[in-house]
């Protein structure tokens, strides 16, 4: 994990428990909306972007994407370098786990997106990554309206953008979202002895020190959660 200074993360290391039987025998990034894998879809919008390279973490079948990724290689598509959890540990490190692990391969910003969410008309852009990494914050997020299946929403958001435990109206996080290596920081650097980490903790310990801040996307936004929105999804 020598390389250096990636700019973007996709998180692929889940098992999709609730995607079962559909991801028994195929990995839940790779499962199919509209003819691609739902995680293509982000690679090739950071391709199209101008990001070259990104890091993919795996775990449950992870041979499998990069098998997929392997024999689909032509432009718009960055250079996808692995980080595979399964391999070096047995399993997912759950999401804080798996960015530690992988942050030696990262620049000192760089986009963070779950590669089990359709989103297909977000741009990653170089512009915002270079907003946010002259600020001060430890990490922006990109908040969605509420879906159905998750009413009442994850954090509020001030009028100037900083984020809240609590407030109305709340607001749901879509998983896309520029970090600073230092949002990592209680973790140990490269996550050498593979600590399970979830995401949560940090997330709520920059919201209290007013270090995350949030915009609402307003495009089409999906958490394909279970075979019913898979299946909605295919079928609109």
């Not at 700019?7 to 098992?15: F, K, P």
């Not at 008309?121 to 946010?132: C, I, K, M, V």
Request: aromatic content about 8%.
């Amino acid at each position: 994990m020598a390389t250096t200074g990636i700019q973007a993360m996709i998180l692929a290391a889940g098992r999709g428990e609730r995607m079962r039987p559909l991801t028994d025998h195929c990995p839940k990034p790779l499962l199919q909306v509209r003819g691609k894998p739902l995680m293509q879809y982000h690679t090739e919008a950071l391709g199209r972007a101008g990001f070259a390279e990104v890091v993919v973490n795996t775990a449950w079948l992870g041979d499998q994407i990069e098998s997929h990724f392997a024999a689909h290689q032509e432009p718009p598509q960055p250079r996808i370098h692995y980080s595979h959890e399964g391999r070096d540990f047995g399993g997912a490190l759950e999401t804080a786990g798996g960015i530690a692990r992988a942050l030696p391969l990262l620049g000192d910003v760089f986009w963070l997106v779950g590669g089990d969410v359709y989103a297909p008309q977000f741009e990653f852009s170089h512009a915002a990554l270079g907003r946010f990494a002259a600020g001060g914050k430890l990490a922006h997020i990109f908040m969605v309206p509420n879906p159905p299946q998750h009413p009442k929403g994850d954090f509020a958001l001030r009028a100037d953008g900083v984020v809240l435990r609590d407030g109305s109206p709340k607001y749901t996080y879509s998983t896309i979202g520029i970090y600073r290596k230092e949002f990592f920081a209680t973790l140990p650097a490269g996550n050498p002895q593979g600590i399970k980490a979830p995401m949560l903790p940090l997330l709520l310990a920059a919201i209290d020190n007013e270090q995350l801040t949030a915009v609402i996307h307003t495009g089409p936004w999906t958490d394909v959660g279970t075979p019913e929105r898979l299946a909605q999804l295919n079928a609109s």
